[in-house]
């Protein structure tokens, strides 16, 4: 009941008309702050085409009434960061940035980088793939982070998160959100459907941004290693889930990862996410089509599949990522892993927690989209 | 008394490396090498035996030798030189093996058993788990080829180990073998000017070093060394991990995608002409890779190799020569460029 107060849904063709329109209008304007980031190399390339399409709805996050005049400037601020401050510090910058990129390229073609056994390529995340994500986290869905201390400096955690949005970016942008935030700068290393790892190209870059298929064995083998691990255990039921049920969190799978956690002895950080579950709102669902491609869902938007690619682009919502209080598990006896009664109380008071968190964070939300 | 060793496989460039090396060993009185066919390269004084371990000769060539130590290396993908044909490389792995153990079964000597495996018993799946143990059931049994032999293999291996309590058994499941001079179907693969690859996919590969190879049969033929245990079944594999694409690269090779389907007609094609083994389960490995834990070959069988995956790589490709795109070429054209930038920003 309660979120059906607060996600008005009649308001949102209105938010979404007033976005675009003011979004196109300032289309002259948004490049050019963001222009010197661009050159950075030969990696930096694809950069400004993979932002050509959000770039009129990243402008409508600057859009946001009051927050209107305030988007702009920090963009520059963050441009500058590369070079320090002055004229001739941003020509310094410039060099040491192309002599960066080179490097890189040349580690990257001759191949003398290096992937753990997971096929985790730590170059090419930080260098390439979050830098191209970031841009979504900090412009388009103006991720606003709370509580990222909850997670441990050092050794293992478990991250478990709620699931939504049709299609996994919520995943993609705790990773992000993680990593740019936390003190220690952690990398999240996310558990993914087996579905990842069939299709091509995205089984590939799945690997490469340190996923790995969620299995007690890969999870249980991360955590000793003292990673961060993040899990959504809602699974396919959580992230095909019809608009209508939005922020009603579905069974968590078997509890297979408190089971997980409580081997390694790693702390579970619940996390609730708020704004992933409108960037695609499934009004539907065709089963027929899921069938006939072999895939658990196949959704229905306004958008998708009438709008062809155009349905892809995601709807703008504003994102709260909001990390609990860690559970504990380290004081369990070993034994506790095999109590299938402990399982459930451990599982249910996650779910719980998350669940009230994500109330609590829709009563406080404004929009779904500022 | 010293110790009577056989080996199986000796035609073979592993097999016949490892007898010249076991005969080194102080307390090996003998080595006698089989294979149906001789071999080409010299066995450094071991006695040849001409026997085909498909046929129940090689049961009184174990009981006449007084063998005590059986080292199986008859278990192969490919077959030996381009003569052969899979049928019969597939009865020398199934049927060779059950000869063979049914052999080992009978002669009372034999106190050891080692047998050289294969990391494709796990298959290779998209719903696999990243890293295999030794204990992680494989998720889709593999459904032909070397994969299958290899998994009969070991059935009959274990039951053999049920049926002879007394003899030590040791399963070393090797990950691809590469060097100077191994002949497996993946060192074939990496000797193509361009390297067909599986679109979409990235696959995880590693490599055990041939000396590697040598050392952990060596280890596991022998008696173990103080607090380590040599019988059960262990994964042989270097440290660290090459994907493919990088392994392309640090090899000079261009690679050539193809979609899944269309790799698998490729792939019969070639395999047609004759000009390299491209079965199934090798575009299997290529398309979703394999990795295997291998802690238990540290701690318990008590072997740390010398070469990781990536310098059994850069040993093979050194043995290789340059492919068409040297990774030390483009280093330097990018360094050229490198150099030439930062005047050319200055001017402008």
Known sequence: ?370 | MGKVVLVTGVARQLGGRFVRRILREPDVDRVIGVDAVPPEHHLGGAEFIRADIRHPTIGRVLAEQGVDTVVHMDVNGTPLGRSGSRTTVKETNVIGTMQLLGACQKTPSVRRLVVKSSTNVYGSAPRDPAVFTETTPPKSLPGGGFAKDVVEVEGYVRGFARRRPDVAVCVLRFANVLGPCVDSPLAEYFALPVLPTVLGFDPRLQFVHEDDAIEVLRIAAGEPARGTLNSGTFNVAGDGVLLLSQAARRLGRPTLPFFLPSVTWAGSALRALGVLDFSPEQIRLLTHGRVVDTAQMRETLGFHPRYTTPEAFADYARSRGPGLLPPETLARTVDRIAALMPAGRGQN
């Open chain 1, 1 to 370: 009941m309660a979120d059906a107060k607060v996600i008005p849904f009649g308001d949102e063709p209105r938010a979404k008309r007033r976005t675009k329109r003011t979004g196109r209008a300032r289309t002259g304007r948004v490049p050019a702050p963001l222009a010197p980031v661009a050159p950075g190399g030969g990696e930096r390339a694809p950069q400004p085409r993979r932002e050509g399409p959000q770039r009129p709805a990243a402008a409508a996050g600057g859009a946001a009434g009051a927050r209107d005049g305030a988007v702009p400037p920090a963009a520059a601020a963050e441009a500058a960061t590369g070079g320090p401050g002055a004229a001739e510090g941003q020509e310094g910058g410039w060099e040491r940035k192309l002599a960066h990129g080179l490097s890189f390229l040349r580690r990257r073609i001759t191949g003398e980088y290096e992937v753990d056994d997971f096929g985790y390529d730590r170059e090419l995340t930080d260098q390439v793939v979050m830098s191209l994500l970031r841009p979504f986290k900090e412009k388009y869905f103006r991720v606003e982070v709370k509580g990222v201390e909850n997670i441990p400096e050092d050794g293992a955690a478990l991250i478990v998160a709620n699931h939504s949005g049709t299609l996994p970016v919520d995943g993609l942008m705790l990773q992000v959100a993680v990593h740019d935030h936390h003190p220690a700068g952690r990398h999240v290393r996310m558990l993914a459907a087996d579905l990842v790892f069939m299709l091509p190209l995205v089984n590939e870059l799945s690997r490469k941004l340190g996923h790995t298929l969620a299995c007690a064995e890969d999870a249980q083998k991360l955590l000793e290693r003292g990673e961060v691990v993040g899990v959504m255990p809602e699974g396919f039921k959580g992230i095909g889930k019809p608009f209508s049920e939005r922020y009603k969190l579905q069974r968590f799978g078997r509890g297979g990862f408190v089971q997980t956690a409580l081997r390694a002895g790693a702390p579970i950080v619940p996390c609730s996410i708020v704004g992933a579950e409108e960037i695609y709102p499934m009004i539907g669902n065709s089963r027929t089509v899921a069938r006939l491609l072999g895939i658990p869902y196949f959704p229905l938007t306004p958008s998708f599949p009438w709008l062809g690619p155009l349905g892809l682009v995601p709807l703008p919502t504003k994102w709260t990522i909001q990390f609990g209080e860690p559970i504990p598990t380290d004081d369990y006896p070993p034994e506790a892993a095999d109590d299938p009664m402990l399982m459930f109380n451990l599982t249910d008071q996650v779910r719980e927690t998350i669940q009230h968190t994500l109330y609590k964070l829709l009563v406080q939300r404004r929009s779904v989209f500022f």
